[in-house]
């Protein structure tokens, strides 16, 4: 099966910002977003684009990570973390609409967490989708942005919705199911 897992500020779509050359998330430190984050993916194996694994702090416990990288690129490694190219780790960006055809209907969980267009792609093969809508009282501009397709969801139906807040973020977490 798998599902979306994303986030972003629905005052303008912002969804991701680099930093220095360096990708990172347009809102300050939410606790919350990263336990919601944790308890859905727990378990699940972890598909994302190459810049996505670049921004991650590091490997998360618990979860295989699969990272889509051109095999005439070099593997991002980042300090710290060692990225080996082997199929469980690395998929030829070539294999990704066999790779989510075969997983569809897997009892497997495949969580795709970004970039953008990983999302798009995998959007028609999705049975859920966890989306997290951050407002914050300091909203900060990004330079990658949600597009409409994943702020509507027009195929899916809201199961679940509950706000959360702290100081500074007031989060909407939204679970969809493909409409039958
Ligand atoms: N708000 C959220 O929930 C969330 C989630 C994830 C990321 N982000 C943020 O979003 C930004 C990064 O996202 P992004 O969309 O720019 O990049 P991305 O999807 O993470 O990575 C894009 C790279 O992945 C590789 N790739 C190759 N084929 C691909 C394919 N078919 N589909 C997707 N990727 C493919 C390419 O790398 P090569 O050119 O090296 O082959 C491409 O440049 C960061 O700022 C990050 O912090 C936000």
């Known amino acids: 099966m798998i599902q979306l897992v994303y986030a972003y500020c629905p005052h303008g779509n912002h969804f991701g910002i680099t930093v220095n050359g360096k990708g990172r998330l347009p809102w300050a430190h939410c606790p919350k977003d990263l336990e919601n984050f944790k308890n859905v993916t727990q378990g699940t194996s972890l598909l994302m684009g190459a810049k996505t694994w670049q921004s991650l702090p590091g490997v998360l416990p618990g979860r295989p990570h699969i990272v889509l990288c051109n095999p005439d690129k070099p593997v991002p490694i980042l300090e710290g973390r060692v990225m080996l190219h082997t199929p469980e780790m690395v998929l030829d960006p070539s294999h990704l609409i066999d790779f989510l055809e075969h997983h569809k209907d897997s009892d497997a969980i495949i969580s795709v967490i970004g970039g953008i267009s990983l999302l798009e792609t995998a959007l028609p093969y999705a ?54």
């Open 127 to 180: 049975s859920k989708v966890f989306q997290t809508r951050i407002s914050s009282i300091h909203p900060m501009k990004s330079d990658v942005k949600l597009p409409e397709t994943l702020d509507k969801l027009e195929n899916f139906k809201l199961v679940e919705h509950k706000i959360s807040m702290d100081d500074i973020h007031t989060i909407a977490f939204n679970e969809f199911e493909r409409k039958l």
